[in-house]
């Protein structure tokens, strides 16, 4: 029997029992639209967060802090010549040890570092249009190669001498601007308060609103000139020392750093008492979480597959004994074992590619359907974010495995019908 | 003398071993030519139908051998050994083993599909049986929903669609009515002197052992006489 044939033939015989192979080829269909469904929800989440965490920073930055001591122990020493500020990422009011102007210098030399530059963290008051009302505003800082979801105008220019920002959407209508366009071009006033109590404002260009992503939805994205003529204006009255003190720097190293590179610059650091983490690293740890869950779904996922696979048995075993003597009568007319082995395994791959084939595009069609309504539902406060995204890939990879699994069942009705006696088979009584 | 297409030289089978050894040839050499119709006769269990299956190929003997043209198929490897039964050998049953739910062409078809023949071939010299038989008209029919006659025309078609040398008929008329059995037997008989395919026919009845050319009658494993007696 040529190759096509047996195809053929397995095909065939597939639709013979029709009740049957339905029942076996939903079990499948659960498991493949599941694993499909998982999967792209992983897929999609991956990708929202590769174009969303651009906004975070630059691929070739680092932010530096002091290495917390081990506390495990016991609490660290007190040592008079450092100063504690108010910690960046950790809880509220908890302080880190900061890192002070003269050892930016320390940072600086350490092979690989091109510029040094410590994160300032802005607080102003208020942020109004106009003589508008005056809103609250989280500032967040920005380096050039960061890039943000723009809805109008552009980036602010981190080059720049004039202070630019960049408004989050939630804010264009409330300053007063009737759209996202209009709200490009216009100055918005800060207000600060210094040290000593004093009040001061500074006002700064819009060049741009941003998307609401997935992180810093609601901050203002403000370039250099304008971070450091905001934190000069909130310094004011605090000794030089204090003012000089960081919760965290970011570092640029040449982007086109090897790796190991990186690693090198890294460890350098660690040696001189810093953590750095790049990008790349806040990144992967998302992504890791992220895989870590569809991992998990798809484990769920798999073993309904597996489920699926002893229907696969089951359905063949009954498939052979029915056609036992079908068997017989091949193998007699000269049908070589290895091609009965094949009709049969080629039922199951088939059954397999039916159940997969069908619940990857029932997933493909339930993932949209689900976007669509998540976009305008649950998950309109994320723009941009579509949960189920399916990747080529992805989908021939799982029907390929399902027709894997598929076929790994098959086996053991095969061999049982590879193996048939013809005599045995033929007998009458 | 010309070469026997089928021979069996002192052919013993058994099965089992020890105290549940039993033994369905003890000895039986035949020699079946080219061209002849033969009946093996015996009634159940003596043997006939194992001997058939040796003669078939589809078993090997314990010791002794078959030759085929002369050559012992004793020696001949599983890939030869299909073909060679494919090729030579046309199968007729008493039970038909028709596959349901399976046109009546595609039945027939079956040994060339085996043989890995192309599509339009098969479909060509399937029809040329079919209408050797008379059974053009219901060929795209499905195989079960035949009357009892022409499922057996069918399976002859299917034996002949790969014109072998030899047809095995397997109590052919064991499951139709006396007239149709007769029609059957006719078409046989009449292939076997027409186109000179060798025609083996193992039965119980008598009456159609008659009429074939020779009738070798087994009983205990072993040829006997017409009358039971060892030959």
């Known amino acids: ?429 | 003398m010309p070469v026997p297409v089928l021979a069996a030289r002192d052919v013993k089978k058994s099965y089992g071993r020890g105290a549940a050894r039993f033994d369905a040839l003890k000895g039986v050499s035949l020699d079946i030519e080219e061209g002849e119709s033969i009946s093996i006769v015996g009634k159940s269990g003596s043997g006939k139908s194992t001997l058939m299956h040796l003669l078939a190929l589809l078993d090997k003997p314990s010791t002794g051998a078959v030759e085929l043209s002369g050559r012992d198929a004793g020696a001949l490897g599983g890939r030869i050994l299909n073909r060679t039964r494919n090729q030579t050998f046309g199968f007729v049953f008493q039970q038909f083993f028709l596959t349901p739910n399976t046109s009546v062409l595609d039945n027939v078809t079956l040994p060339l599909r085996i043989a890995g023949v192309g599509g339009s071939e098969r479909r060509r010299r399937g029809m040329e049986a079919l209408e050797r038989l008379e059974l053009a008209d219901k060929a795209k029919n499905k195989a079960t929903d035949l009357s009892g006659g022409q499922k057996q025309r069918v399976v002859i078609a299917r034996a002949l669609v790969n014109e072998p040398r030899v047809i095995f008929a397997d109590e052919p008329t064991g499951n139709l009515d006396t007239a149709t059995g007769a029609v059957v037997e006719e078409i046989l008989f009449d292939l076997n002197r027409r186109t000179g395919i060798t025609l083996i026919v193992v039965t119980h009845d008598e009456d159609l052992a008659a009429k074939t050319d020779r009738s070798v009658f087994i009983r205990d494993g072993l040829v006997v006489d017409r009358n039971g007696a060892s030959a």
């Open chain 1, 1 to 429: 029997m040529s190759g096509l044939d047996l195809i053929r033939s397995a095909i065939s015989n597939t639709f013979r029992s029709k009740t049957r192979t339905t029942l076996t080829v939903l079990a499948i269909f659960i498991g493949a639209f599941t694993l499909a469904l998982t999967s792209g929800v992983g897929t999609g989440i991956n990708r929202y967060i590769d174009t969303t965490v651009s906004s975070i920073g630059a691929n070739d930055v680092m932010t530096v802090t002091k290495t917390v001591e081990d506390t495990a122990s016991g609490p660290a020493k007190y040592e008079p010549d450092t100063t504690n500020v108010e910690s960046a990422t950790g809880r509220p009011g908890s302080t880190v040890e900061a890192i002070t102007a003269a050892e930016l210098d320390d940072i600086r030399a350490v092979p690989g570092v091109e510029s040094v530059d410590p994160v300032l963290t802005a607080r102003p008051n208020y942020v109004e249009y106009d003589g508008g009302t005056q809103y609250q505003a989280a500032i967040g800082g920005f380096v050039s190669g960061m890039s943000l979801d723009l809805a109008a105008g552009s980036e602010p220019s981190s080059d720049s001498d004039t202070l630019e920002v960049a408004l989050p959407v939630s804010y264009v209508e409330p300053l007063g601007f009737s759209s996202d366009s209009d709200a490009v071009g216009k100055t918005v006033t800060f207000g600060v308060t210094d040290q000593t109590g004093a009040s001061s404002t500074i006002e700064a260009t819009v060049t741009g609103v941003a998307e609401a992503g997935l992180l810093g939805s609601s901050s203002l994205t403000a370039n250099d000139a304008l971070t450091t003529a905001l934190y000069d204006a909130q310094s004011v009255g605090l000794s030089s020392s204090s003012k000089d003190s960081y919760a965290s720097v970011s570092l640029r190293f040449d982007p086109a750093s090897s790796d190991e590179q990186v690693s090198a610059i890294k460890s350098d650091l660690k040696e001189l008492g810093y953590d750095a983490t790049t990008v790349e690293d806040q990144i992967g740890s998302f992504k890791t979480i992220i895989d870590a869950i569809v991992l998990v779904l798809n484990g769920f996922a798999v073993i309904a597959l597996i489920a699926a696979g002893f229907g696969i048995v089951n359905t063949l075993l009954m498939s052979v004994q029915e056609r036992t003597r079908e068997i017989g009568l091949m193998k007699a007319m000269g049908m070589g074992a290895g091609r009965v082995f094949g009709l049969f395994s080629l039922e199951a791959v088939f059954i397999g590619f039916l159940g997969s084939a069908i619940g990857a595009l029932g997933a493909i069609l339930a993932g949209t359907a689900l976007n669509g309504v998540l976009a305008n539902g649950l998950l309109s406060a994320l723009p941009g974010l579509t949960l189920i995204a399916f990747d080529p890939t992805s989908i021939a990879v799982i029907i390929l495995v399902v027709m894997g699994i598929a076929f790994l069942a098959g086996t053991i009705p095969a061999l049982r019908a590879a193996r048939q006696d013809p005599i045995e088979s033929l007998r009458y009584e």
